[in-house]
């Protein structure tokens, strides 16, 4: 059997899992390309100069999963240290745990309810008439009522999204959990840490085979010779790929205004701001994903969401009626394509996490191979 030739676009998560799967159990020769100067993707971390923080550089990345094998797998390139994202929101001046617990109600309503009163409770604020949410906000008045998602929901889905919730798939919010316990852990997923070393030590050992070159600051367009390749993986945004002859997807993109400070600035990596006069959704202060290190100097970003323009970074899929009408066009041409694979957030056009994405390039590999 002849030795295969890959190309891999794209050296976020999809690509990686890619590249270290195929050149670790077969005999091929990888080309991995990045349009960025980096490795990593959206998931990229550095060391900033004057401070020494790991700073994630394009926004918050813990990692979370219920998959033990995308748990194994991740800690097979750096040690995860437990990790246990603790949220908070503030709204109208006040200070409350977010997701949505039994101290978010208790506080937010006056009250020192137990569980099951707290339940109660909500079921009656709750809209009963609502059977099957068709939306953010027809799920989020279904299962909370009016008051909380006022409260901690419409203002943040507004600025984040830049629409109005009811817009917006219900399962946006289906993300987020509501407890009627005193949890204050961000995500249900029982496996979760952030990497001792950073993401970016993590994509090093990913690629580090010698089947696998790699090329950054080189982007994939219709002019590149895809001619001596057996297969084409592809993880940059779909639509980009077919010239957006059927228009842009749209997506959000978010931007950061960083400052520096000495000491601790906010007592807790990510604070949420749920009022719409403050034209942030939250800072994140990168120190504390790493409460292992020591820091007297701090580094915090503003973080602001915007429409994403032709030289702005897609993060977030909206995933609107138009969206996905455009989409599916794209799907069918995408179905005529031989030896083409598209995969991971951006080429699926799809809000993925972290271990969603490794999870799928896994199994992409397995029936590949
Ligand atoms: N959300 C909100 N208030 C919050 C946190 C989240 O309204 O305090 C909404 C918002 O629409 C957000 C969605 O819930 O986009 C999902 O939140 P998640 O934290 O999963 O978003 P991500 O971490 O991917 O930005």
């Not at 592809?234 to 957006?244: L, R, S, W």
Request: contains cysteine.
């Amino acid at each position: 059997m002849s030795t295969k030739r890959y190309l891999i676009v794209g050296a976020g998560f999809s690509g990686a899992v890619v590249a270290e799967q195929l050149s670790s159990k077969h005999d091929c020769h990888i080309f991995v390309i990045d349009e960025r100067p980096h490795i990593g993707g959206n998931c990229y971390t550095e060391r900033d100069k004057d401070t020494g923080v790991m700073v994630h550089q394009y926004g918050p990345h813990i990692f979370n999963t219920d998959n033990k094998e995308v748990w194994d797998y991740i800690n097979r390139f750096g040690e995860m240290v437990p990790f246990i994202n603790r949220v908070k929101i503030v709204y109208k001046g006040q200070v409350y745990s977010m997701p949505i617990n039994l101290h978010t109600i208790n506080q937010f309503f006056g009250k020192t309810l137990n569980p099951q009163e707290a339940k109660e409770f909500i079921e009656q604020l709750a809209d009963k008439s609502i059977e099957e949410p068709q939306n953010f906000e027809e799920q989020a008045m279904k299962f909370i009522g009016k008051d909380l998602y006022h409260a901690f929901f419409y203002g943040y889905t507004k600025k984040q999204w830049g629409c109005e919730p009811s817009e917006l798939p219900a399962s946006i919010l289906k993300r987020l959990p509501v407890r009627f316990n005193y949890n204050d852990n961000y995500y249900n997923n029982p496996l979760q840490g952030i990497p001792k070393d950073g993401y970016t030590a993590i994509f090093e050992k990913m690629l580090e085979h010698p089947s696998v070159k790699l090329k950054l600051d080189t982007k994939f367009d219709a002019s590149f010779d895809v001619s001596g390749y057996d297969h084409v993986f592809y993880t940059g945004p779909i639509d980009a790929f077919f010239e957006y002859k059927y228009g842009r997807l749209s997506y959000r993109t978010v931007f950061f205004e960083k400052h520096e400070a000495e000491g601790d600035y906010q007592g807790n990596a990510v604070i949420n701001y749920a009022d719409t006069e403050i034209p942030y959704t939250r800072i994140h202060e990168h120190k504390h994903f790493t409460p292992w290190e020591q820091h007297d100097k701090t580094i915090y970003f503003k973080e602001y969401s915007k429409e994403t323009e032709p030289a702005d970074i897609p993060y977030y899929p909206k995933r609107l009626k138009d969206d996905i009408e455009k989409l599916t066009l794209y799907q069918d041409e995408v179905k005529k394509l031989e030896n083409f694979t598209f995969l991971g957030r951006l080429a699926t056009y799809r809000y993925m996490d972290m271990h969603h994405v490794i999870g799928e390039a896994l199994d992409i590999v397995k029936k590949i191979s």
